[in-house]
């Protein structure tokens, strides 16, 4: 388990004081930046950078992780109540000011953060039970928010990704990492949703035609498989290049998170 920056931590509280984010969120959020920035024990894939960089990061992360619950428990609202446009206005704030951007960098952040919040509605909504996979994988790609993270990552650290998205391989290499995480996501809260009945996990999807058994063994091979089309996406690349760095730091961060974070499992 990764040991939480705790001067982070308190200039997160002070960040959400006024929003409906919470320390559940502020810790998830945390514990996600620091295995993005940091790696893990077993891997060197950390991006790095100092607290600066860490704590911007774990709010865009605390956000998308209150977002998801915000949208699963029906995106309660009330006189008073801060709104998700005025969590999105507190989060640029500590996220995009301060750097000298191309206008395109902060179109993808703004662009990414929607589409987040609207693929994360789909799937969790009633129409999800009717989707074929193919669907729900299109739906997975932004509803596991893995572009927003990756326009998060190329603001912070510089990765020029905003500007390079649309070239073959690093597109490819975008759509496969979200499949890619949103499969690794549905394995590690499959206990927890079955018992929620969430709609939105592809093992309950494809549950529709195979045993539970047989579900989970197809979804885990899909993810080896999706993780051999992320390596052979990756090669394609330069050996130093910033889309390859930062795909593989999300995959190792987020991966490490999953471990810690009680949010991903039933409860006991």
Not at 102 to 120: M, S
Request: avoid cysteine.
């Amino acid at each position: 388990m990764t040991s939480l920056d705790g001067a982070v931590l308190g200039a997160l509280r002070t960040w959400a004081h006024g929003l409906d984010i919470a320390e559940d969120h502020l810790v998830g959020g945390l514990t996600m930046a620091h295995y993005v920035r940091d790696g893990t024990e077993e891997s060197a894939t950390g991006l790095g950078g100092g607290s600066g960089r860490l704590f911007a990061f774990a709010a865009d992360m605390a956000f998308l992780v209150w977002l998801n619950d915000h949208i699963e428990q029906g995106e309660l609202t009330g006189p008073g109540r801060p709104t998700v446009d005025d969590h999105v206005r507190q989060l640029a704030a500590v996220v995009l000011v301060g750097h000298d951007l191309p206008e395109e960098e902060q179109h993808w952040w703004y662009v990414t953060l929607r589409a987040a919040w609207a693929a994360d509605r789909a799937a969790t909504g009633p129409a999800v039970g009717r989707w074929s996979y193919a669907e729900y994988l299109d739906n997975g790609v932004d509803s596991i928010n893995v572009p927003h993270v990756l326009s998060t990552i190329s603001v912070l650290w510089g990765s020029g990704i905003a500007a390079r998205r649309t070239e073959p391989d690093v597109a490819a290499a975008i759509r496969v990492l979200g499949i890619r995480q949103r499969l690794s996501n549905d394995l590690a809260s499959l206990a927890k949703e079955r018992l929620s009945g969430d709609p939105g996990n592809a093992v309950l999807l494809v549950e529709r035609w195979l045993g539970p058994e047989q579900a989970a063994r197809f979804i885990a091979d899909e993810l080896r498989g999706h993780d051999r089309l992320l390596t052979t996406t990756l090669a394609r690349l330069p050996s130093d290049d910033p889309v390859a760095a930062a795909a593989l730091a999300v995959v190792t961060g987020l991966e490490g998170a999953q471990h810690d974070l009680t949010r991903y499992g039933a409860a006991p």
